[in-house]
């Protein structure tokens, strides 16, 4: 079982009014599991837009302020969502490939990196890489 939930940085309990709003059945999860329970499926959509500082609307087709049954979860028209998918796939090796290959010689578990690990709120994470600390003086 992965730990989909906690890829978006999911809160628990604010999923069960927008899950009433959309559809029981997924007919377009290509990462996720298609068969995922709907109620974990907006735990992990509501992680991606907090972790990202973005709407539904962002990812997918429908009108900010209308009605999420009025949306069109399934399609793949916006690029965001697109992208969205390919970063999915991303954190999912990550996860489930090569931290899990590693072994911390202080015996800790790997921890699991989450959207929120990067993007920090915010649609585009990437900034200026912070400036390197100095090399250490020789003999120090
Ligand atoms: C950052 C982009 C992003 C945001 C924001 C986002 N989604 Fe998604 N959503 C996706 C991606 C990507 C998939 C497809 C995942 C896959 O292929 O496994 C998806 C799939 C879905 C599906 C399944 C559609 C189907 O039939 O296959 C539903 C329903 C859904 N999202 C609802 C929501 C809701 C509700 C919100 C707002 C709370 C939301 N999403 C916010 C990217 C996003
Ligand atoms: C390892 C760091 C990292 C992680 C983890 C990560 N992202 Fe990203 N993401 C980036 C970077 C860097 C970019 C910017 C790429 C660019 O602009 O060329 C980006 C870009 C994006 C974009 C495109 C931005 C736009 O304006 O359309 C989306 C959408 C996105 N990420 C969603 C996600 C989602 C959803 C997750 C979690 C499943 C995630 N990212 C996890 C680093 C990360």
Redesign the pocket.
Known sequence: MEPWSKIGVALLGCALT?SA???E????????PPDMPRAE??EV??G??RS?G???S???MGEEGKP?TT?D??SDEKQ??????LM?QMVKEINGKHLTAVMPESGAKPITVTCYTCHRGSRQPAGPAPVPPPAPKAGS
């Open positions: 927008a709003q959309i559809p059945k997924f007919t377009n999860l290509k990462v996720l499926l907006v959509m509501k991606f837009t990202l973005v709407r539904c962002t990812c997918h999420l949306y979860f399934a965001a969502k697109r992208n969205a998918r999915l």
